[in-house]
């Protein structure tokens, strides 16, 4: 029998709601067993390894709620095209690119910030990319511009669902092009990308990643390798989702925690795919695409929780929204409410949502995976989302602080490749919302992105995701400037920056301040993520 080993952080700043002024935390065999003080952590461990921690902050690791690590990996390693700013800087940066015998993958285009939104030809791409395939995804991953070459190597496209003979590709017809693009990419170039994306999200201070795969999203060989990768030590953990209608058998073989993910009930606000009650105000002709309706999402429900697993989609539009709800109904006749609840069914992205609709998904106990970066991106009173919808429907979209007030568990999440994993943005983003009365305290925006993405992956055991005895030791030791407690209500600042209401500091997210960066990041005692040197 080994003696348990125990490590003993001094001198620093620890985030725990038992101990709001820590300086000190011991973790012995895994597990965080005392929180605390310095002199007292000296007394009551002897014979810990000390780490001393300067001044450092210490705070539980993120957990990023919704991720397509393939996809990200490539975008990490490949051609970025999120700085481009009109066609023609895109063909250049294809022309750049292309290399014979390799398929060029690339995401980030969003013409909504270009100096001119006309996009490339068809032939334009042939010829910037001499015959290679192509694939450039659009920044919200809903629709593609791509080759000839890779068309060829789609069978069906051009009968499908949102083809286009030059513009970008759409629904079904998307799908088939990405396919065919996931088939040409080498083993080796997703293994190379998927542990780019995996070492990206720990030293960003993660320690978890909801993968959020699909037949239509990355295909099961993509997970199978992921999750294998993820096994190995000195990584994240991966949580994979599969998103198929049907697919309870499918998910089990393949490991994944539920029937859940981007199982499409709509497309995005960005490709004007999203489901509306009202047409586009800039596409008059369109209120999007509707890929469920509620019958089918009831039976997709029902089946998850007659399996014991988690069922999901993903939901963005009013029209879509309101199509979910109605499925949770019929769901509740046929399994009833206490087993509907039991399983936490998630959705992901549900950005037009009313109060009513809240408080209905939270008595069901459905997880809201969230993704506050949208609203940075494209909300305020000229972005993307008031060119889509107009003023008085984007200032209602991520209504976070009445969704939360409804009872429903907000989980935070990137949906990387489309919005970085920066969880301290992300923080940022949920606190600092661009529709004032939308956004969540800070300390509720960083609950959102650690403790409530484990809840959401359906670990409920009131600990993990906080620094508290008993806790799994996921942390993160950061360099962080001034620790302060803020949100963006005034009169919940008056109240909670009195000492005596005892909660702890984050750091100062407001514009303008300094990032905190990344010294350490430790999952179950295991260091993923290393920059910090200094020990006691």
């Given at each position: 029998?080994?003696?348990?080993?125990t490590?003993?952080l001094?001198?620093?700043?620890?985030?725990?709601?038992?101990a709001?002024?820590?300086?000190?935390?011991?973790i012995?065999?895994?597990t965080?067993?005392?929180?605390?003080?310095?002199?007292?952590a000296?007394a009551?461990h002897p014979?810990?390894e000390?780490v001393d921690l300067?001044g450092?902050?210490v705070?539980p690791?993120f957990?990023?709620a919704h991720v397509?690590?393939?996809?990200?990996?490539l975008h990490?390693?490949?051609?970025n095209l999120?700085?481009?700013?009109?066609?023609?800087e895109?063909?250049?940066?294809v022309r750049?690119a292309a290399?014979p015998?390799q398929?060029l993958v690339?995401?980030?285009?969003?013409?909504?910030r270009?100096?001119?939104?006309?996009?490339?030809?068809r032939?334009?791409?042939?010829?910037?990319s001499?015959?290679?395939?192509?694939?450039l995804?659009r920044v919200?991953?809903?629709?593609?511009l791509?080759?000839?070459?890779?068309v060829a190597?789609?069978a069906?496209v051009?009968?499908?669902p949102?083809?286009?003979a030059?513009g970008?590709?759409?629904r079904?017809?998307?799908?088939?092009?990405?396919?065919?693009?996931?088939?040409?990419i080498?083993?080796q170039q997703r293994?190379?990308?998927?542990r780019?994306f995996?070492?990206?999200a720990?030293?960003r201070g993660v320690?978890?990643?909801?993968e959020?795969?699909g037949p239509?999203i990355s295909?099961?060989e993509?997970l199978t390798d992921?999750?294998?990768?993820?096994?190995?030590?000195?990584l994240?953990?991966?949580?994979?989702y599969w998103g198929?209608r049907?697919g309870?058998?499918?998910?089990?073989?393949?490991?994944?925690?539920?029937?859940?993910?981007?199982?499409?009930v709509d497309?995005a606000l960005?490709?004007?795919?999203a489901?509306?009650h009202e047409?586009?105000?800039?596409?008059?002709g369109?209120?999007?695409t509707l890929?469920l309706d509620?019958?089918a999402?009831a039976?997709?429900?029902?089946?998850?929780?007659?399996?014991?697993?988690q069922a999901?989609?993903?939901v963005?539009g009013?029209?879509?929204?309101a199509?979910v709800v109605?499925?949770?109904r019929?769901?509740?006749?046929?399994?009833g409410?206490?087993a509907?609840?039991?399983?936490h069914?998630?959705?992901e992205?549900?950005?037009?949502i009313?109060?009513?609709?809240?408080?209905?998904?939270?008595?069901?106990?459905v997880v809201?995976?969230v993704q506050p970066?949208?609203d940075?991106e494209?909300g305020g009173t000229?972005g993307?989302y008031?060119d889509?919808l107009?003023?008085e429907?984007a200032?209602?979209l991520?209504?976070?602080?009445?969704m939360a007030?409804?009872?429903?568990?907000?989980?935070?999440?990137?949906?990387a490749?489309?919005t970085p994993?920066?969880?301290w943005?992300t923080?940022?983003?949920?606190?600092y919302h661009?529709?004032p009365g939308?956004?969540l305290?800070?300390?509720?925006s960083?609950t959102a992105?650690?403790r409530?993405g484990?809840?959401a992956?359906?670990?409920n055991?009131?600990?993990t995701g906080?620094?508290?005895p008993?806790?799994?030791?996921?942390?993160a030791?950061?360099?962080a400037?001034?620790?302060?407690?803020a949100t963006p209500d005034s009169?919940v600042q008056?109240w909670s920056t009195d000492?005596?209401?005892?909660?702890?500091p984050?750091?100062?997210?407001t514009?303008g301040?300094t990032?905190p960066?990344?010294?350490?990041?430790?999952?179950?005692g295991q260091?993923?993520?290393?920059?910090?040197?200094?020990?006691?």
């Amino acid at each position: 029998m080994t003696n348990a080993r125990t490590t003993l952080l001094l001198g620093g700043r620890i985030y725990s709601p038992s101990a709001p002024d820590a300086t000190a935390m011991a973790i012995t065999d895994g597990t965080v067993v005392w929180v605390g003080q310095d002199g007292p952590a000296r007394a009551l461990h002897p014979d810990a390894e000390l780490v001393d921690l300067d001044g450092a902050f210490v705070a539980p690791a993120f957990v990023d709620a919704h991720v397509h690590a393939t996809a990200t990996g490539l975008h990490l390693t490949g051609l970025n095209l999120a700085n481009i700013r009109s066609a023609g800087e895109l063909l250049a940066a294809v022309r750049d690119a292309a290399r014979p015998g390799q398929v060029l993958v690339a995401h980030g285009w969003d013409e909504s910030r270009w100096s001119d939104s006309r996009l490339p030809s068809r032939a334009e791409i042939d010829e910037a990319s001499n015959g290679t395939p192509v694939y450039l995804s659009r920044v919200d991953v809903h629709s593609a511009l791509v080759s000839s070459a890779l068309v060829a190597l789609a069978a069906g496209v051009h009968e499908a669902p949102g083809w286009s003979a030059d513009g970008p590709l759409t629904r079904d017809a998307h799908h088939l092009v990405r396919a065919a693009m996931r088939e040409a990419i080498t083993p080796q170039q997703r293994r190379e990308a998927q542990r780019a994306f995996l070492a990206e999200a720990a030293a960003r201070g993660v320690v978890s990643v909801h993968e959020c795969a699909g037949p239509d999203i990355s295909g099961a060989e993509d997970l199978t390798d992921l999750l294998a990768l993820a096994s190995e030590p000195g990584l994240p953990e991966v949580v994979g989702y599969w998103g198929e209608r049907g697919g309870v058998d499918t998910a089990r073989a393949l490991g994944a925690r539920g029937v859940a993910g981007d199982l499409f009930v709509d497309g995005a606000l960005g490709s004007r795919t999203a489901a509306l009650h009202e047409p586009y105000a800039d596409a008059h002709g369109t209120s999007g695409t509707l890929y469920l309706d509620a019958a089918a999402i009831a039976e997709h429900v029902g089946a998850c929780t007659e399996a014991e697993l988690q069922a999901g989609f993903h939901v963005i539009g009013d029209a879509a929204v309101a199509e979910v709800v109605e499925g949770f109904r019929l769901a509740e006749k046929t399994v009833g409410r206490r087993a509907l609840a039991a399983r936490h069914h998630r959705l992901e992205h549900v950005e037009m949502i009313d109060a009513d609709q809240a408080k209905a998904l939270a008595g069901w106990g459905v997880v809201a995976s969230v993704q506050p970066q949208f609203d940075a991106e494209w909300g305020g009173t000229h972005g993307m989302y008031v060119d889509r919808l107009g003023g008085e429907r984007a200032a209602k979209l991520n209504p976070f602080a009445a969704m939360a007030a409804e009872g429903l568990l907000l989980a935070f999440g990137s949906d990387a490749p489309v919005t970085p994993v920066d969880p301290w943005a992300t923080v940022r983003a949920g606190t600092y919302h661009r529709t004032p009365g939308s956004g969540l305290s800070a300390r509720a925006s960083f609950t959102a992105h650690t403790r409530a993405g484990h809840r959401a992956a359906g670990v409920n055991d009131g600990v993990t995701g906080s620094l508290v005895p008993g806790a799994p030791a996921h942390y993160a030791i950061w360099d962080a400037e001034d620790l302060v407690v803020a949100t963006p209500d005034s009169r919940v600042q008056r109240w909670s920056t009195d000492p005596r209401a005892g909660v702890p500091p984050l750091p100062n997210l407001t514009e303008g301040a300094t990032p905190p960066r990344c010294l350490r990041t430790v999952r179950g005692g295991q260091v993923i993520h290393d920059l910090f040197t200094r020990t006691a």
